[in-house]
T-cell receptor, first 112, second 112 residues
Framework: GNSVTQMEGPVTLSEEAFLTINCTYTATGYPSLFWYVQYPGEGLQLLLKATKADDKGSNKGFEATYRKETTSFHLEKGSVQVSDSAVYFCALLHSSASKIIFGSGTRLSIRP | DAGITQSPRYKITETGRQVTLMCHQTWSHSYMFWYRQDLGHGLRLIYYSAAADITDKGEVPDGYVVSRSKTENFPLTLESATRSQTSVYFC???????????FGQGTRLTVV
C-alpha cells in the first residue's frame, strides 16, 4: 500500500544552518507530494507541494523536489531561522485514493 | 470568517461519556476528514467524507461515529469515550479528493 517514511527527530540546528529533512514514499503511479508544517499549538499548514516527477515545490525559503527515480521528496532550506522551529510532515495523495497519507513527523528546533 | 473551524478547542470528559467534536468549513469543499494525532503515530485518518451523506472509514475508525447531513459540517462523535481516545483531533477539508487538504486548529481531548 501507499506509505511515507521520514527521518525521525528531533532535529536541532543552529540559526543559519542548512536543513535537510528526508522523506521517501511508497506508491504506485504518480502521487502528489506535500510538506505540511505544524507550529506549536496550531493545526497543519501546507508548506509546499509537487504534483509530478521533477517538479520543485518552494515556499518561505523551503524547497523540495519530486524524485521519481529515488521515490523521495526531501525538504531543504539554506539558512534556517528560530521561527522555523515546528513539526514537519511529509505526505502523499494518490489520485485514486482521495485521502492524504502522512509520515510520522519530524520535530525541528532552531537555537539562536 | 472563511476557513475551517473546530470546537471546542479543549475538552475533558469522563470514561464512558459521549462526546461530539464539531467541524465547520466555509469553502463548500466536497471532502472532509478527521485525523487524530498521537506521539509516535503522526496523523492517522479516522473517517472521511466525499460529499454530504457519504462517509467512509479510515485507518482507525473503531469507537467513532460521523455524519454529514450538510456539506459544511462534519461532526465526530465518540459514543463511549475511552482513555485510549485521549488525543488531539484535527478536521480537514479539500476541494476535491485529489487536492491538498486544509486543516482546522485541532481539539485536544482528554478522557479521564
Amino acid at each position: 500500500g501507499n506509505s511515507v517514511t521520514q527521518m525521525e527527530g528531533p532535529v536541532t540546528l543552529s540559526e543559519e544552518a542548512f536543513l535537510t529533512i528526508n522523506c521517501t514514499y511508497t506508491a504506485t503511479g504518480y502521487p502528489s507530494l506535500f510538506w505540511y508544517v505544524q507550529y506549536p499549538g496550531e493545526g497543519l499548514q501546507l508548506l509546499l507541494k509537487a504534483t509530478k516527477a521533477d517538479d520543485k515545490g518552494s515556499n518561505k525559503g523551503f524547497e523540495a523536489t519530486y524524485r521519481k527515480e529515488t521515490t523521495s521528496f526531501h525538504l531543504e532550506k539554506g539558512s534556517v531561522q528560530v521561527s522555523d522551529s515546528a513539526v514537519y510532515f511529509c505526505a502523499l495523495l494518490h489520485s485514486s485514493a482521495s485521502k492524504i497519507i502522512f509520515g510520522s513527523g519530524t520535530r525541528l528546533s532552531i537555537r539562536p | 470568517d472563511a476557513g475551517i473551524t473546530q470546537s471546542p478547542r479543549y475538552k475533558i470528559t469522563e470514561t464512558g461519556r459521549q462526546v461530539t467534536l464539531m467541524c465547520h468549513q466555509t469553502w463548500s469543499h466536497s471532502y472532509m476528514f478527521w485525523y487524530r494525532q498521537d506521539l509516535g503515530h503522526g496523523l492517522r485518518l479516522i473517517y472521511y467524507s466525499a460529499a454530504a451523506d457519504i462517509t467512509d472509514k479510515g485507518e482507525v475508525p473503531d469507537g467513532y461515529v460521523v455524519s454529514r447531513s450538510k456539506t459544511e459540517n462534519f461532526p465526530l462523535t465518540l459514543e463511549s469515550a475511552t482513555r485510549s481516545q485521549t488525543s488531539v483531533y484535527f478536521c480537514a477539508s479539500s476541494e476535491r479528493g485529489n487536492t491538498e487538504a486544509f486543516f482546522g486548529q485541532g481539539t485536544r481531548l482528554t478522557v479521564v
